[in-house]
Every structure is written in structure tokens, then in C-alpha cells.
């Protein structure tokens, strides 16, 4: 008798879409997936790019999550078939919780609040409260807590953000019974469970709210006081254990079995962070590093505790966490602030004058208006990739530097800024496009240096997201850049088949999330070489890019820089 197929569902929380992914058990084969789009967010709604504001409204998400994960059960014959499922979400992206763990802004008074939203992982509203957290870390009597989090504590993490919060918002920080990172929210959501209850992400923990077992889990309420006296009472609020990805969190509530088509002991694993998920899904082992390669970059290593026994944390990155992405082993992560978003912005720029002049084009109706709008849109950045790789190598002096959001490792510095040099009244289009392209493939040299610089030897690079499967410029620019060679992950969505390993493990299908990684994992579709006529030529360059960016370094006010206090 045929035994019939188990399914697990990996939902990925990305910046603009939730993405369900249906995934065989026994085979990793990706059976169908689903994605939905966040309105709210897609009309700019809660934002002010101005301010470095970035805020979703959890409806987004909730709504998204129903349309995607009910349109891959619709292919399957009975939801019994289904076994579990696993979050994955943006981080840090925390958001303002009450008493009995409702995001605040589903409450009507919040509603219209971006305050009372999640606080995207790009909002950088919060750089002021970064640095009052790094200067006590280092003066307050205490452990540093920033010592497992690269020593540099960051604008985009959970407690920059909840103090800023505390101190601009007093409604909502009074509204606020506690704070949960999107991942661990959309997880309390599922299963329908006592805040008290809720099982916190590991990943989430350690890499952005300075959670370590040395300390006793959180930073202790004196330090937290003397960094903001509102925030009392709240570490009590929060947690002290944390669980790694492959456990179970808990079963759907039957309100969202329901609601999604699935049984209620349907298994929800604990939450975790998209790039995490997107380094299990991608085969890591250890010593390599798989880039999540999409609207910033996350760089993620796994290394065996023993290796670092004795060794002073790994200095400027994100995180060392043991059990962040793989259980019993040390999770670092590291990475940019801007990667595609670069590129976006550089297409945006290029594409106002168009739009400006077609909606004064008096020959032209409004359809043939937004047509030509859209069709440039759609060929803009595939016919500058097409010009820049058409240049001749040794043309074009201009360098940038890839800091149009900030610098997050290594040595987080999110006051810093974008620049270019060598501009003359020769410079085209195509060529500050390939000063941006390099200047992102310097910015990750920079991370794989640091890494080996503290005694993490890189031995394998693995490229996953967006921008690794769809342009080969660009990760032929890095290789060349690295001189490494590249594989990109077969799979499409790495963060979302991660997602389905963890829950695959949770289930009980497999007892280790190494062995869901042997059965699962879709390989390899691409490979890049270094192509030694260029390596040297990139050496060089690449010093410039460094002695450019201490130029600019220098001259920036905040750490490190002319105003450093």
C-alpha cells in the first residue's frame, strides 16, 4: 500500500511579500507557492523614506499570510497531509504588543499609529539610541553586552527602536505590555497561545535584542533604567528562555486552521529570522557562508562551538549565537545595509525625469502614458547591466561607495552615506551603474576579510535571493571581486524552503535539521569562477574603495567619525 505524501509549509516574511511554500517531506520537491504582495506597504503608507521611517501594518501581514498559505492547501488533497509549518520574518522588525500578545495596531486607537506598527528592519529612526546603548555597554559598571553582537550595537535592532519609542511616543509605550519581534508575533498569532507562553526565537534573541546565556538571557533591568527610565518593568515583560527554529512552538488554534483549510494539530515551529531560515535552506555547513542576496544582504556562517572556545567573540558582525540557525551550532551573521536597494535606488533616479515628462506629454492619453512608464521601468536595469558589461574593463575612474543606508558591518555606522568620486563630464549612465555594482561586491569583501581576519576561514561562498539568480553581472563582478568561487542554491526561495526544513524537524520527520538538509536541499543551479585577468585589477581598485571610504568616515559625524565623542 502507497504510503501517501507529507507536506510542511515554509512561510517567508520578506520586506515588501509573504511568500507560502508547499514542500514534499521526503524529497525537498517545491510543490507550489504563493505570494502576496503587502498593499499598505506598496502605497508608501506609514512611511517617510525622508526620515529613514519604515513601518508595516500587521493587517498586511495577516492577510497576506491567509491568501498565500490557503492558496498552496487548495492543491492538496486533504490537509491531514500537511503536517507543519514555519515562520520566517524580517528582523529586527519588532512591534508593540498588549496584555494578551494583540498587535497593537489592530486595535482601533492604534490603527492609523506608525508608532504602534512593526518597526521595519530598515527603519533607521533610532541611530541617537544606538549609540547611547554602545557608550553604556562600555561604561556601566556591567558586562558589555554588545561583546556577542560585534561589539557595535545597531539603529535597526529591538532595543534601539523600543526606546526610541519610549521616548517619542508615550501613548504607545504605555499601551505597550511587551514587544515581540515579527517572527515570534506571527507565531503567537498561529497558535493562538498565552503570551507567557510563546517560545522566542533563538535567532532573534541573540542576533538583535543581546540575549546570551553568560549574562542570564536579556540585558538586566538596571542597565536597561539607566538607558531609559520607561523602560522599567519591561525585561520582566519579555523573556528569559529562547528556543531554536526546529522546535515546536505549539499547534494551529483552531480559529486559523479554519481560516487557512488545516487541522488544528497542524505543528507551528518556533519563529526565526529570513536570512537564518535562508542559510539552512541553502545547505550551510560549516565554515561556509551563504549570502542572502536581496534588498540588503545578510551573511551567514555556522561554526562549531569548540572552534571558538577560548576566543574572544568575533568583533564588528551581527551576532554569535549558538543554536541561531543550526541547533548546537555558533550562528555569526554579518552583512550590507543596501544590496538591491542600491540598484533600486540608482533605477528610481534615473526613471524620474521619465516619468516627470511623460505625465506633461501632451500626445499621449494616460494609458500610453503608463505604458511607456512601466516598459522602461521593466527594461531600465536590464539595459544597464547589458552597457556596463559592454565597457571596456580598464574604462571609467569612477568608485562609489555603497553606504546609501548606512554601513551594518563590519562596525555598524548607519550615520554614513552613499558617495561617488572621479565623476567627469565623460561619465555615463552605465558607468557610475558599474561603480555602484563593484562598490557592492567591495562592501562584501570588506565582510569576508573581517571574518578571516578573527580566525573564521571561509572556505565555501553560497549565494541565495533575488539578485544571486538574477544577475549574473553582478555575482561574476563579485566573484572577481572575491576571487572565490560562487554557487548559487537551485532553489528560488531558500528562506521559505528553510523555513519548511525547521518545520519538517519540529514534525518529527527528521531528527536533526542537518538530516532535513540532506533530504530536502535542491542543490546547486549556478556556478562563478574568478577570472584571473580581472582579480588583480579588482585588487587594486578595491584599496581605493577603502581609502575613499575612510575619507568619507572621517569627515561623517557619529562614531568614528569628526564628532565622535
Known sequence: MQTRPQYVIGLDFGTSSVR???????????VADAVQPFPRWDAGQFCDPDLNQFRQHPLDHLEGLTAAVREVVALV??????????????????????????ALGLLPEFAEEPDALFILWKDHTAVAEAQEINQLARTWGGPDYTAYSGGVYSPEWFWSKITRIARTNPAVAQAAHSWLEHCDWVTLELTGQPLASLKRSRCAAGHKALWHPSWDGLPSEEFLTQLEPQLAGLRARLYQETYAADEPAGTLSPEWAAKLGLRPETVVAV???????GGVGAGITPYAMVKVMGTSTCDIVVVPPADLA?????????????????????????????????????????????????????????????????????????????AAQALPFAQSPVLALDWVNGRRTPDAN????????????????PEVFRALVEALCYGSRRILERFEQEGIAIKEIIGIGGVAKKSAFLMQTLADVLDRRIVVTASEQAPALGAAMYA?????????????????GSGFSEEYMPDPARVAAYGARYAE????????????PGPGGKDEI
Do not use: K
Open 77 to 102: 488533497d486533504d490537509p491531514a497531509q500537511i503536517v507543519a509549518l514555519a515562520v520566517d520574518a524580517t528582523g529586527s522588525s519588532p512591534g508593540p504588543v498588549n496584555e494578551q500578545g494583540r
Open 310 to 386: 577560548g576566543r574572544p567573540p568575533v568583533a564588528g558582525i551581527c551576532g554569535q549565537v549558538e543554536g541561531s540557525v543550526v541547533p548546537g551550532l555558533v550562528g555569526l551573521e554579518a552583512g550590507q545595509s543596501a544590496f538591491g536597494d542600491l540598484l533600486a535606488w540608482f533605477e528610481g533616479l534615473l526613471s524620474w525625469p521619465l516619468a516627470a515628462v511623460l505625465d506633461r506629454a501632451t500626445g499621449l492619453d494616460a494609458r500610453q502614458r503608463e505604458e511607456l512608464l512601466l516598459e522602461a521601468e521593466r527594461n531600465l536595469l536590464g539595459m544597464l547591466t547589458e
Open 504 to 520: 519538517a524537524v519540529a514534525a518529527g520527520c527528521y531528527e536533526n535539521v542537518e538530516a532535513a538538509q540532506q533530504a530536502m
Open 414 to 429: 548607519l550615520q554614513l552615506q552613499g558617495a561617488l568620486r572621479n565623476l567627469t563630464m565623460g561619465s555615463s549612465a
Open 271 to 277: 519563529g526565526t529570522i529570513d536570512a537564518h531560515a
Open 545 to 556: 574603495y577603502l581609502a575613499f571610504g575612510e575619507f568619507v568616515e572621517a569627515t561623517t
Open 20 to 30: 507560502a511554500l508547499l514542500v514534499e517531506v521526503a524529497t525537498g520537491r517545491e
